[in-house]
């Protein structure tokens, strides 16, 4: 159930339902209201797991939907419940906070082919009784995102005060503002392209064959067979985190420093800092995510190419869009660099659309949209307010 | 026998052989004769295995040493056994080139550690009559060097006219330059550092985990059971290989264009041509290079610190120095940035050293030592002109 101020509302009740191992709400589309997707399957039935925070107004109105990153999930401003550590945007939203669950009212669900409660590789498939493995049909983030607007018209929440993510998120929220224009107020892209690079797709490539190739995977059978590719998904963790940070993050983290010992022992131990940090995100990665989820996740950021969808000119996706934006990108992101954020905003430009552009001085590198970033908090929170302003949210 | 012009010259006749195997000479040091390491180990009995081009002179004064980098060999300019493909740096060396084989005696060992014929894990160890395995103690860039010092040794070449090398053999040019320099007239580090970074050393070890992961590598035992982690070890190129290139690079080259088809299948196969590129690169890596090899190259990079090694002050380690030297880095090189070279300069400023140093605008990436670089070219065979001059050479 959604909560909302409207005491004793008459909407129609939706079929939302706990789902204890991941603590979060389960909206269930039966065999009649199945996804369609950009392959040309479709998935049904389909489970989409959410979380929300804060209360949804009595217009309706002040809704805001945060899409997460690739290795992301909905546990945006709550712990999560395998780690057991705080939500992933503690710091962005809460009470008081950028996104502030005082005024508006946060969702975000686990996207389709995740591994935290919403139909992918490691749910069963109730046509076989087995995980769907990589028989599931290959999503996209479009097909993410009509999940979402599925979610939404189940929830009977027309539109969106703001559609907000990093990275992959970021991929959501272009579609969203793309593909629902009508239902996007304001849209908040961060640290993202409108397309995957050359350089990105190569790097999941890796990740991916890194993967495939540990004998554990099983031809993506492992879930059958009680086994898991846990040495694959690692070191694919391991190359995707060092893209995730900058060349001057790791030096002034790291360094050359040596880990709990004062000289190096002539061997293949983990003698530097960086080399045990970089196992343990590794081993910590492979406890909560799915490795075929980590295929799924990194193709449909693959095949993301929003010009590539409108006869090559990004302009045209944006055509007539009456949604405010707001761009943010970091000077140290060498994964998705400026230059593609601001693809973005000759394109928005282009057609006149109401756009503000921030990049952001810091060393941090692509995970900067997860850190303590004064500017950025500075930057959306002030973005946010006067969009409330106009849509008379005060 | 070292090929010189001096007819029936009287010097001792080194003890070198032809190794079928890899086209190369080979000279053996006995148990007499260790190679002393770093570590506090020795390697005795110890093969080297080298090639050379051009002829000595009779002042034994114009040979040149080339110092290659992490997957190189001695097969700088001249067919790979292996691969049946041209040498390394045909572009560099030979008649008429910039490394002018009409001119210089060219001398380039496999180092050691290495897989081309001079003793490293997958050369057999008299002792046991296997092969060293993980069981060879870790090499360092100065144990590389140490050894390329007892190998001119045999051959009687006193000193070198030019050291030179790109990468880790630019880390050997350094070191060639520190530990010996009276044997160094001039030297050209290309592309290069004096130690290697925190980035760098996570993305080796992100190599080495993908190899270790292989349930084909046996704990470094996989030669003795016939068979070879290839799967891990294409990896770990895939990897490494992204970070030679540069992201203008991949995008001029590949950008998003698909491989073969005219529309993306929605699947894990190599849709873009990135993908087929990098798998390619995997899997031809593997029939030419030792897994457990490329444990041992990379950790001698990672442990390369040529001011942690002088108190932490470069410039000590160049104290004194009469080389002659020719620094070199790339605008796009991001595994070498130029900041880390100029490093160099700037000790070598510091001691009042001979130095020249060239940026080469380019979008090639940390390969374009290996590529067709004009402007590279035109400085290295100036500033040898000039250098030959000096010493008399003309």
Known sequence: MVKTAEAGGKRPKVSAKEAPAFSSRVIKFGEDEPLKLDCGEEIAPLEIAYQTYGTLNRDRSN?????????GDQHVASDHPATKRPGWWTLMVGPGKPIDTNRYFVICANVVGGCMGTTGPSTLNPKTGKPH??????????????????????????????????????MQV?????????????????ATAAKHSSQNIAFHEVGRQAIVADNDWLGGEYLNHDTNPRKGLAVARMAAHI???????????????????????????????VESY?????????DRFDANSYLYMTRAMDYFDLAGDHGG?????????????????????????????????????????????????????????LLETTEMFATISGFLTAAARRRGLD
């Open 63 to 71: 809704a805001i939907y945060i899409c997460h990153a690739l290795t």
């Open 133 to 170: 493995g990589i028989e599931l049909p290959v999503i996209t983030i479009a097909d993410m995102v009509r999940a979402q607007a599925m979610l939404l018209d189940k929830l009977e929440i027309p539109d969106l005060f703001c559609v907000i993510g990093g990275s992959m998120g970021g």
């Open 174 to 190: 272009l579609q969203w503002a793309v593909d629902y224009p009508s239902r996007v107020f304001t849209a908040v892209p961060i």
């Open 243 to 273: 893209t995730y940070l900058s060349d001057g993050a790791l030096q002034r983290k790291f360094g050359r420093n040596l880990q709990d010992r004062d000289v190096i022992t002539y061997g293949f131990d983990a003698d530097f800092q």
């Open 278 to 286: 970089l196992r343990y995100q590794g081993s910590t990665f492979v």
């Open 313 to 369: 000119v990004l302009a045209n996706a944006f055509s007539g869009t009456t949604t405010r934006f707001c761009i943010v990108s970091f000077t140290s992101d060498w994964l998705f660099p400026t230059e593609g954020n601001r693809e973005i905003v000759h394109a928005l430009n282009a057609v006149a659309a109401d756009v503000s552009f921030v990049e952001i001085e810091t060393d941090h590198g692509h995970d900067s949209f």
